[in-house]
């Protein structure tokens, strides 16, 4: 690897990990800059979840005020994003190289749209402070499922799992934002590390590629959670979803062409 493609994944790394701190799509920038290397799809994909770890290293020392208090919430959640995690990394390893670059393009899509779609964050969590006003510790079993199901999705491939994963923390556990967000950094940092160890010992990881790589995920996740506090969130979510849409399309001629 040359020294510019060294420097070009770490500023791709850093991209990402702000990406994924305003909207939840860190693969829009570390995925494409990884194929751009010469990975293979299922390579990449990968290379990226366990250059992530660092991501969520960053992510979480920068919440930890906002995890005070949420110790027993923390270890369910955190055993659901664990478990999750690890079947992701089994479905991913099971499945075909050629239907995992066919897949690719319809899950980015998916996620842009659900990004664009989205209701901001702050109305998710009114609206999830009021139905826990109103129906205490209701549905604890549910959100632990829930959990379970992205995290499995974030082991997987996991474009957008963190948009889906703090818009159910907000509506169900009645959480702010920020807890939420705390939250969501843990869980899908387990779920991460968990399928980066599978994908470390079954698979084959880009070494090279993952260490750079990480190392801008940890700078952006770091400042991921300062930057996002001062920004035009709702504007840049919706920049970033259409940015993932034009992926999503050029990655599927790729593909299907």
């Known amino acids: 690897m040359s020294v510019l493609e060294f420097a070009l994944l770490v500023l791709a790394g850093t991209g990402a990990g702000l990406t994924g701190s305003i909207a939840g799509l860190a693969s829009l920038i570390s995925y494409p800059a990884l194929l751009a290397t010469g990975l293979s799809p299922v390579s990449a994909n990968v290379t990226n979840t366990v250059a992530l770890v660092a991501n969520g290293v960053g992510s979480v020392s920068a919440s930890g005020p906002e995890l005070a208090g949420q110790r027993s919430r923390l270890l369910r959640l955190g055993a659901a994003g664990?478990?999750?995690?690890?079947?992701?990394?089994?479905?991913?390893?099971?499945?075909?190289?050629?239907?995992?670059?066919?897949?690719?393009?319809?899950?980015?899509?998916?996620?842009?749209?659900?990004?664009?779609?989205?209701?901001?964050?702050?109305?998710?969590?009114?609206?999830?402070?009021?139905?826990?006003?109103?129906?205490?510790?209701?549905?604890?079993?549910?959100?632990?499922?829930?959990?379970?199901?992205?995290?499995?999705?974030?082991?997987?491939?996991?474009?957008?799992?963190?948009v889906l994963m703090l818009a159910t923390f907000l509506l169900v556990l009645g959480v702010g934002v920020p807890q939420g967000n705390a939250l969501k950094n843990v869980v899908l940092g387990l779920a991460n590390s968990v399928a980066a160890i599978g994908y470390a010992v079954f698979a084959d990881v880009a070494w090279l590629a993952a260490l750079p790589l990480a190392i801008g995920f940890l700078i952006g996740g770091r400042l991921g959670p300062r930057v996002a506090r001062r920004v035009p969130q709702v504007l840049l979510r919706r920049v970033i979803a259409v940015a993932g849409l034009g992926l999503a399309v050029h990655l599927g001629l790729d593909a299907f062409g």
Not at 114 to 141: C, F, M, N, T
Request: charged content about 10%; hydrophobic content about 55%.
């Open 82 to 162: 664990l478990a999750g995690g690890a079947v992701g990394a089994v479905l991913l390893l099971l499945t075909p190289s050629a239907a995992f670059e066919k897949a690719v393009p319809v899950l980015i899509a998916v996620a842009s749209a659900a990004i664009l779609v989205q209701r901001p964050a702050r109305e998710l969590a009114a609206q999830g402070a009021a139905e826990q006003a109103a129906h205490p510790h209701r549905d604890h079993w549910g959100v632990v499922l829930g959990t379970f199901a992205i995290s499995i999705y974030g082991g997987y491939f996991g474009a957008a799992a963190g």
